[in-house]
């Protein structure tokens, strides 16, 4: 069953690195890395914990592959399943593949993924081309990402299939030494089986499946603006847009700051997020009529979270030209509150939409190693 909810990693250290290249250079390959990461998350019933392996290796000067293995063991007790289902406890894994090639001012990176749960499967493979002009102060970059899924139903094996297309367009723009600005566009079109096998919605106080439009096409746009304040530190803002075929809207905005402490040995980064969403056109609490499509998916409401979070990186060793040993830890605790989505939980067990509007709170975790080399 694919969850509702996801974990996003922010590498440490992005904005000096940026900031701190302001001259005109050649495209280079990726360092050589080896990452270890284990992560936790809790919010809304739902438990996921897991380790994560990242390694990158570079070959005669021009070449980078990647290889990458991610587990998600989860422990699911959601509104969603109480209320329609029992608790579960099942694993996903993904592997990813990577492959960066550099010539001159241009790179091009082909990549892979394969996720598998009991019940879900999702392959992917892409490709994104990046050009350096203007003598390094501009770069365009160019993306595509075709995914295919299989959904499936404990007991019941596959039943459908779901079919994805990505594709990206962005600019990084050096304004001047100490100011870089991007905008990036992404456009999905979706098209197969859109939902969930296990959820159901409610139509005039009775339970009746959930059925979603087979297609889906949207739109997002995001701007962000990162500034060097000239003492070791920086910060940054961004605001994304969404919209979409069902009626979805949605805005977030994020703003952050980073200090290097102890002569670049502590990378602090602290970050405010607000997010706001329209509910899509075929979404009912309790829809009161016969809609031909009808959803009670929270993640389709009306709803808005605040975020507040905190990154810390630690340069345990370093020996320049050689190597560099890193310590990472990142802590995200964000508040969602839903405003047409009735927590309908009675001791009774009698759905009742009088109720409350549902809210919670979720934490994320993240420790990390990282070794270049």
Do not use: C
Request: glycine share 8%; aromatic share 12%.
């Amino acid at each position: 069953m694919r969850l509702p909810y996801a974990v996003v990693a922010h590498m440490l250290g992005l904005l000096a690195g940026v900031l701190a290249s302001g001259s005109a250079r050649a495209v280079e390959l990726p360092e050589d890395r080896a990452d270890v990461m284990y992560h936790y998350y809790d919010g809304g019933g739902t438990k996921a914990t897991g380790p994560a392996v990242l390694v990158r290796k570079s070959l005669a000067d021009k070449v980078s592959l990647s290889g990458g293995y991610y587990v998600d063991m989860v422990s699911n007790a959601s509104i969603d399943v109480v209320t329609s289902a029992s608790p579960y406890k099942e694993t996903r894994r993904e592997e990813t593949l990577g492959l960066d090639y550099v010539y001159r001012d241009a790179s091009i990176t082909l990549s892979a993924s394969n996720s598998s749960e009991p019940d879900y499967t999702a392959k992917s493979a892409g490709i994104d081309v990046s050009q350096e002009v203007f003598g390094g102060l501009t770069t365009i970059a160019l993306g595509y990402t075709r995914g295919w899924d299989k959904v499936g139903r404990k007991g019941e094996g596959f039943i459908d299939v779901a079919t994805h297309w990505r594709y990206r367009l962005g600019a990084t723009q050096i304004l001047t030494p100490r100011i870089l600005m991007s905008a990036n566009f992404e456009a999905v079109s979706d098209d197969g089986f859109l939902g969930s096998p296990y959820r159901i919605a409610y139509r005039q106080g009775s339970a009746v499946d959930e059925n979603n439009p087979r297609t889906r096409t949207s739109r997002a746009v995001m701007l962000r603006l990162i500034g060097d304040l000239g003492s070791r530190d920086a910060a940054r803002a961004e605001y994304r847009y969404f919209w979409d075929t069902w009626d979805i809207r949605s805005s977030t905005v994020e703003l952050g700051y980073s200090r290097y402490f102890d002569v670049d040995r502590w990378l602090g980064d602290a970050f405010l997020r607000y997010y706001t969403q329209t509910h899509a056109l075929f979404y009912s609490d309790n829809a009161p009529g016969q809609p031909l499509y009808l959803s009670r998916n929270r993640q389709l409401s009306s709803f808005k979270s605040y975020g507040l979070g905190t990154r810390v990186a630690y340069t345990a060793k370093r020996v320049p030209g050689k190597y560099e040993i890193k310590l990472n830890g990142a802590l995200e605790r964000t508040l969602f509150k839903y405003g047409d989505f009735t927590d309908i939980r009675t001791p009774t067990k009698v759905p009742d939409f009088t109720g409350k509007k549902y809210s919670y709170d979720a934490t994320i975790v993240q420790f990390f190693v990282s070794a270049t080399f």
